[in-house]
T-cell receptor, first 117, second 114 residues
Framework: AQKVTQAQTEISVVEKEDVTLDCVYETRDTTYYLFWYKQPPSGELVFLIRRNSFDEQNEISGRYSWNFQKSTSSFNFTITASQVVDSAVYFCALSSPGETSGSRLTFGEGTQLTVNP | GAVVSQHPSWVICKSGTSVKIECRSLDFQATTMFWYRQFPKQSLMLMATSNEGSKATYEQGVEKDKFLINHASLTLSTLTVTSAHPEDSSFYIC??????????FGPGTRLTVT
């Protein structure tokens, strides 16, 4: 069984602060993918990143960066110099493409990030 | 990029009636479509997986007779909530995958049952 844990239910920061959203996952598969999605108040999921289990390189995209560590089964997401527009719910998710159901996703519980001006 | 649409974006219906939600892949053929349900301040919970031309696979605890899923073509899947009740009020999100297994999400449908 797969599981994704986002221990931080809510985080509140002041604009320009850096913030890290934690994600810990469990899987028995050796091949898997990890994702981060942003869900603004409109509800539509916005894809942020996908990493496969064989690529532990950290990634940076503008103010966003991701730290993937297989040794601790973690895939943390950092927003640098946060902005009010970053306020949203962020979901971490896991999939194993080898399953018969294709790219079935297991989502974490989500972290509500509020960035105050 | 791949686009998935949902219709309607929101719907209000009376208790006991049925409502149909459409999920379309606009620029690719979706071998598999997924239906999720999200209650306020909760995560997305997978309801069912459907492959074109075959019966949907429902997750444990999801009533297949209540949530009818039809995946009649490679670009269209429908979810019908039959005999809806207020507790079925939720945000329903579909996603679709092509042969690359990349998953693309629709914008969601907000259902309110009065």
């Amino acid at each position: 069984a797969q599981k994704v844990t986002q221990a931080q239910t809510e985080i509140s920061v002041v604009e320009k602060e850096d913030v890290t959203l934690d994600c810990v996952y469990e899987t028995r598969d050796t091949t898997y993918y990890l994702f981060w999605y942003k869900q603004p108040p409109s509800g539509e999921l916005v894809f942020l990143i996908r990493r496969n289990s064989f690529d532990e390189q950290n990634e940076i995209s503008g103010r966003y960066s991701w730290n993937f560590q297989k040794s601790t089964s973690s895939f943390n997401f950092t927003i640098t110099a946060s902005q009010v527009v970053d306020s949203a719910v962020y979901f971490c998710a896991l999939s194993s493409p080898g399953e018969t159901s294709g790219s079935r996703l297991t989502f974490g519980e989500g972290t509500q990030l509020t960035v105050n001006p | 990029g791949a686009v998935v649409s949902q219709h309607p974006s929101w719907v209000i219906c009376k208790s006991g009636t049925s409502v149909k939600i459409e999920c379309r892949s606009l620029d690719f053929q979706a071998t598999t479509m997924f239906w999720y349900r999200q209650f306020p301040k909760q995560s997305l919970m997978l309801m069912a997986t459907s492959n074109e031309g075959s019966k949907a696979t429902y997750e444990q605890g999801v009533e297949k007779d209540k949530f009818l899923i039809n995946h009649a073509s490679l670009t269209l899947s429908t979810l019908t909530v039959t005999s809806a009740h207020p507790e079925d009020s939720s945000f329903y999100i579909c996603s679709a995958t092509d042969t690359s297994y990349e998953q693309y999400f629709g914008p969601g449908t907000r259902l309110t049952v009065t």
